[in-house]
Nanobody, 115 residues
């Protein structure tokens, strides 16, 4: 049984910063890719950023330059540092982990950007 638990969501004013964390637990091996996705009300889930096991990163155009994704393979944890936040960044942010055989999702954490 694998579990992904996100933390760090909350309310922040526009232009501010927020850091998200996600830790994987349980019997899971060879996590090829970890990442963050978000879903705003009435919209489809979209990619924010991903990072491979050898630390190659990929960012959505909407967040590139404002966000930084990182991971700790020993801790099976992925992080997302978000800066210069915009109102349109408001969404539920979901942690994702992908192995060769399966994809796992966290429960989501709310990020709300005001002003």
């Amino acid at each position: 049984q694998v579990q992904l638990v996100e933390s760090g969501g909350g309310l922040v004013q526009a232009g501010g910063s927020l850091g998200l964390s996600c830790a994987a637990s349980g019997t899971i091996f060879s996590i090829n890719v970890m990442g963050w996705y978000r879903q705003a009300p009435g919209k489809q889930r979209e990619l924010v950023a991903t990072i491979t096991s050898d630390y190659s990163t990929n960012y959505a155009d909407s967040v590139k330059g404002r966000c930084a994704i990182s991971r700790d393979n020993a801790k099976k944890t992925v992080y997302l540092q978000m800066n210069s936040l915009k109102v349109e960044d408001t969404a539920v942010y979901y942690c994702n982990a992908r192995t060769a055989m399966r994809e796992y999702w966290g429960q989501g954490t709310q990020v709300t950007v005001s002003s």
